[in-house]
């Protein structure tokens, strides 16, 4: 059976009340209700912190033991270069992903600490984002 994380960073505890214009309604319990649903089986685990160090600490956690990691680590994305490194630093396949297409958003959303050393990026397919990466594995 095939081990997935998934990964969220900042303010991803707040999806089905933040912005549902861009985010949908669905709170992300729900949503990850239903792909563990549709994938029984695939393994998955979840993570979210809002806090910098602990995605970090997570991904060395999990690094060396999973098949795979979706990350989507929000803000951290386009500011944290030690998010980057730590994938750099891991042996487990990371894809990075984005519920909005954040080349539609304000300018600073278009550089990513992440992309470098991810073995892809699926963005702007809402929710659905996670499910494609799940399928990449």
């Given at each position: 059976?095939?081990?997935?994380?998934?990964?969220?960073?900042?303010?991803?505890?707040?999806?089905?009340?933040?912005?549902?214009?861009?985010?949908?309604?669905?709170?992300?319990?729900?949503?990850?209700?239903?792909?563990k649903?549709?994938?029984?089986?695939i393994?998955?685990?979840?993570?979210?912190?809002?806090?910098?160090?602990?995605?970090i600490?997570?991904?060395?956690?999990?690094?060396?033991?999973?098949?795979?990691?979706?990350?989507?680590?929000?803000?951290?994305?386009?500011?944290?270069?030690?998010?980057?490194?730590?994938?750099?630093?891991?042996?487990?396949?990371?894809v990075?992903?984005?519920?909005?297409?954040?080349?539609?958003?304000?300018?600073?959303?278009?550089?990513?600490?992440?992309?470098?050393?991810?073995?892809?990026?699926?963005?702007?397919?809402?929710?659905?984002?996670?499910?494609?990466?799940?399928?990449?594995f």
């Open positions: 059976m095939k081990k997935l994380i998934i990964i969220n960073g900042p303010n991803l505890n707040l999806l089905g009340k933040r912005e549902p214009n861009i985010y949908g309604s669905l709170t992300f319990t729900e949503f990850l209700e239903e792909v649903s549709k994938y029984p089986d393994h998955i685990d979840y993570f979210q912190s809002n806090i910098e160090g602990e995605l600490d997570k991904l060395h956690e999990v690094g060396f033991s999973y098949d795979g990691i979706i990350l989507n680590a929000a803000a951290y994305t386009h500011t944290s270069v030690g998010i980057g490194d730590a994938i750099k630093g891991i042996e487990t396949p990371v990075e992903v984005h519920i909005s297409n954040t080349f539609g958003r304000e300018e600073f959303r278009h550089q990513s600490y992440i992309s470098p050393n991810a073995k892809g990026v699926i963005l702007g397919f809402g929710l659905q984002s996670y499910e494609l990466a799940i399928q990449s």
